[in-house]
């Protein structure tokens, strides 16, 4: 009867959806809130809205540490939210000109070719592990920067944050490409076939 109860409950509630992962599901339903409120105009909201999704990961992250809630399907969710969340903030900051349409489409355009070279790697090489590198981390981390920034200076025009806002578009865009095209190397090299040198 235990074990029917049990079998019961795990496929009302699935055994991944912990509290940790709850805050990375709260995330995502935030996602189309930030992006409205760019798009209305609705600066200060939208802000707001960001940082309480940044607040989600810190939280998520840091219950899956300390009371080891971490799976296997939160391990591949959460960044895939996180990316997700980033992009369509700046998709949404590019239809408002808040910054370059190109940029946007430079950011969008390393992660589609981060994810079609991690799918050639699984396919061919049946690779399973992509580890961040630090050049990717770097990039995504002035991204997030850059936008907070672009986002305050929206909501506080005349703030400390114009200046960075204006200043930061190219070093973005330099680390976004630097860092795709390091990702992709580091990828290459470690699919490629090793040859093992022959005794002397």
């Known amino acids: 009867m235990k074990a029917l109860t049990r079998s019961a409950v795990s496929w009302i509630v699935p055994g991944w959806l912990n509290p940790a992962n709850l805050f990375t599901l709260l995330r995502l339903v935030c996602i189309p809130f930030a992006v409205a409120a760019i ?3 609705e600066h200060g909201r939208a802000l707001w809205i960001v940082l309480a999704a940044g607040l989600t990961d810190a939280i998520d992250g840091a219950l899956a540490r300390r009371f080891g809630m971490a ?3 939160g391990a591949y969710f959460d960044p895939i939210v ?8 700046y998709i949404a900051l590019g239809a408002i000109s808040s910054v370059p349409l190109w940029l946007v489409i430079e950011i969008l355009a390393r992660d589609l070719l981060i994810l079609a070279g991690a ?6 090489w ?3 592990d992509f580890p961040p590198s630090a050049w990717g981390k770097a990039s995504t981390f002035l991204q997030i920067a850059f936008s907070l920034a672009v986002m305050i200076g929206n ?3 005349g703030s400390f ?3 960075p806002a204006r200043a930061g578009v190219w070093p973005v865009a330099v680390l976004t490409a630097f860092s ?3 990702y992709l190397w580091i990828t290459l090299r470690r699919s490629a076939p090793r040859v093992d040198r022959p005794p002397r």
């Open 39 to 41: 798009l209305r105009g």
């Open 71 to 73: 799976t296997a399907a």
């Open 82 to 89: 996180d990316k997700l969340f980033l992009s369509c903030v």
């Open 119 to 124: 799918g050639a790697a699984i396919l061919f």
């Open 126 to 128: 049946k690779m399973r």
């Open 155 to 157: 909501a506080a025009p």
């Open 161 to 163: 944050a114009a200046v």
């Open 180 to 182: 795709g095209c390091h």
